[in-house]
Nanobody, 123 residues
Framework: QVQLVESGGGLVQAGGSLRLSCAAS????????MGWYRQAPGKQRELVGH???????DYADSVKGRFTISRDNAENTVYLLMNGLKPEDTAVYYC?????????????????WGQGTQVTVSS
């Protein structure tokens, strides 16, 4: 069964740090882009940032300079290091990955989501 499993959320004080992990498992031929999104209560899900298979990154303006995305291709894992956390960073964080899977028609790319992990920043 192919899935993305997240870990690392929790409660932290403003100014603190957290690191989220998201591991892809199952029969995966490869992974293209991986990314992190978040959804605060009453708001739409928004992109936090993403990383290409080659390691290029892009971030939302609200997290630039504070958050860092990295990946370990050997472990099929993407990380989100969050420094200088603010109360407005409170949200459920989701990882997303474009997974290359084997199908009867050959390799195909499918978008998968993690289950989400809660990050709460207290003031």
């Amino acid at each position: 069964q192919v899935q993305l499993v997240e870990s690392g959320g929790g409660l932290v004080q403003a100014g603190g740090s957290l690191r989220l992990s998201c591991a892809a498992s199952g029969s995966i031929l490869g992974i293209n882009a991986m990314g992190w999104y978040r959804q605060a209560p009453g708001k739409q899900r928004e992109l936090v940032g993403h990383i290409t298979s080659g390691g290029s990154t892009d971030y939302a303006d609200s997290v630039k300079g504070r958050f860092t995305i990295s990946r370990d291709n050997a472990e099929n894992t993407v990380y989100l290091l969050m420094n200088g956390l603010k109360p407005e960073d409170t949200a459920v964080y989701y990882c997303n990955a474009d997974l290359i899977l084997s199908t009867h028609a050959g390799p195909r790319t499918f978008s998968y989501w993690g289950q989400g992990t809660q990050v709460t920043v207290s003031s």
